[in-house]
């Protein structure tokens, strides 16, 4: 059975730290790794990777999948009280399944 | 991308009544999605709503308790059925735009249930 595995559950930094949010998957038919942002109850896209390694940025985020070790990371640079939030990893086969999820708390 | 209106936001319900979530999106979709979030907890998809015939339902979830239609591309609704408390929490209707290189899941708004 597909399964997807986001670490760590939680994590609470500083302002400014950078951070890496792990997510490892186990998959018959791979087809797309996504990343979300959850603040309130819709989450919001951040990045879509496939197997072709391409690093996907945007501003103090960026993320990438290694296809040899079935997982993605994503990272967050200086960041931000605004960062805090669930971030959620999401397999796309024929279907799209979730991981746990982060939890990240960012203190001022 | 796509816009995607979800309606009701948010509802309180009595145990053992049923309610009719809806999704229309703004541009026609192959794929559509319905995701359960109970408190503090990940999504769990329910089903993957096919167009024109039966949905596809995920182990745990039957069609007797959440009966989907998708008569459209564009529209799409989820039905909770004889509702108990257990019942409560969000449920996201999602949509896939530009399979392949470009795929995107867009969510709707989400629904918060409550069932006393």
């Known amino acids: 059975e597909d399964k997807v595995v986001q670490s760590p559950l939680s994590l609470v930094v500083h302002e400014g730290d950078t951070v890496t949010l792990n997510c490892s998957y186990e998959v018959t038919n791979f087809r797309s790794l996504l990343w979300y942002k959850q603040e309130k109850k819709a989450p919001t896209f951040l990045f879509m990777l496939?197997?072709?390694?391409i690093e996907k940025k945007s501003g103090r985020l960026s993320s990438i999948l290694d296809k040899k070790e079935l997982s993605s990371i994503l990272n967050i640079t200086a960041t931000q009280t605004g960062d805090s939030a669930i971030y959620l990893c999401c397999l796309g086969t024929y279907k799209y399944i979730f991981g746990t999820g982060t939890r990240l708390k960012v203190l001022a | 991308s796509a816009v995607i209106s979800q309606k009701p936001s948010r509802d309180i319900c009595q145990r053992g009544t049923s309610l009719t979530i809806q999704c229309q999106v703004d541009s026609q979709v192959t794929m559509m999605f319905w995701y359960r979030q109970q408190p503090g907890q990940s999504l769990t998809l329910i089903a993957t709503?096919?167009?024109?015939?039966?949905?596809?339902?995920e182990s745990g979830f039957v069609i007797d308790k959440f009966p989907i239609s998708r008569p459209n591309l564009t529209f799409s609704t989820l039905t909770v059925s004889n509702m108990s408390p257990e019942d409560s929490s969000i449920y996201l209707c999602?949509?896939?735009?530009?399979?392949?290189?470009?795929?995107?899941?867009?969510f709707g708004s989400g629904t918060q249930l409550s069932v006393l």
């Open positions: 496939t197997s072709s390694g």
């Open positions: 999602s949509a896939l735009t530009g399979p392949g290189t470009n795929e995107k899941l867009f």
């Open positions: 709503a096919n167009q024109g015939s039966e949905a596809t339902y």
